[in-house]
């Protein structure tokens, strides 16, 4: 499994951002797709997970603010983090995070971090 994020970006503070991560290769076996994210010198926190069966959970932080969802069209597995109202505190890369055994994250496939700046 391949996961590919795009999206992500410069913005001031109470904008808003979209990423999105598209699975290849085995996508079809995906069970949960989600996001974490690392801002300097913090530790990697969860930010969204959702599962093949649409269960979704979120980090504290992001709780209201943020809109997981996931589409399993045939064909296609991708993720997409709608993020909204954001803060300085958001500023972080953003990780794109899959499993296709266990049910939640983190999972065992990782894409590329994008970055994302929020301005005061």
């Known amino acids: 499994v391949q996961l590919q994020a795009s999206g992500g970006g410069s913005v001031q503070t109470g904008g808003s951002l979209r990423l999105s991560c598209a699975a290849s290769?085995?996508?079809?076996?995906?069970?949960?797709m989600g996001w974490y994210r690392r801002g300097a010198g913090k530790e990697r926190e969860l930010v969204a997970s959702i599962s093949a069966g649409g269960t979704v959970k979120y980090g504290d932080s992001v709780k209201g603010r943020f809109t997981i969802s996931r589409n399993n069209a045939k064909y296609a597995n991708t993720v997409y983090l709608e993020m909204r109202n954001l803060a300085p505190e958001d500023t972080a890369v953003y990780y794109c995070n899959a499993d296709d055994a266990d049910y939640e994250l983190p999972g065992e496939y990782w894409g590329q971090g994008t970055q994302v700046t929020v301005s005061s």
């Open positions: 290769g085995n996508r079809f076996s995906i069970n949960v």
